[in-house]
């Protein structure tokens, strides 16, 4: 959230986080509506537009408000010159954040909208690595291909296999999806 923002409007971003998020718990993402979404955020509907085109926005905005939140927590751990640990820092958070919210995450990928809502957690997805790969890249990190070829393919493996594991009930502990993943982190 930038911290220009007014304090009001930040207060109805939260609201409408936690509205979306708790709901999620609820109900499938299709089954939402806005109106919901304002009555549990205790704000007007004039006020969700005036901010949110509609909920696939909303649903935009909460992804890289998670995805802020998860690399907040990994500037104590990132190393310039040991780029990897931010990406392992960063697939904790991530591998941690479906696990505690695996009835947020299934709702998603369950609803006839997943196409869309898993386009927008994969252009979030992609778009952030990218711009990681890239930095590291002008830090002097040598990486095997193209910061957006090599982003596609990680944001998409990684949304497939929680997808998989999520919906599948893939009976594979939080612990060694994250050790395999780092695995194949390292043959890149």
Known sequence: MEKELDFRIQRTYKLLTDALLELLKEKEFDD???CELCDK???RRATFYKHFGDKYELFAFVIREL?????EKQTLVYDEKRPQTFYTALLNCTLDFVDR???IVMSIFKCS????????LLEEIESDLCRHFRQDVANGAILPGKPELI????????IYTIKRWVLYEMDVKKEEMNALCLSLMKVV
């Open 32 to 34: 939402i509506t806005v």
């Open 41 to 43: 955020a205790m704000i």
């Open 67 to 71: 995805q802020d939140s998860f690399k």
């Open 101 to 103: 919210n695996r009835s």
């Open 113 to 120: 909208g997943a196409g869309q809502l898993t386009d927008i």
């Open 151 to 158: 982003a596609s393919m990680i944001s998409g493996a990684l």
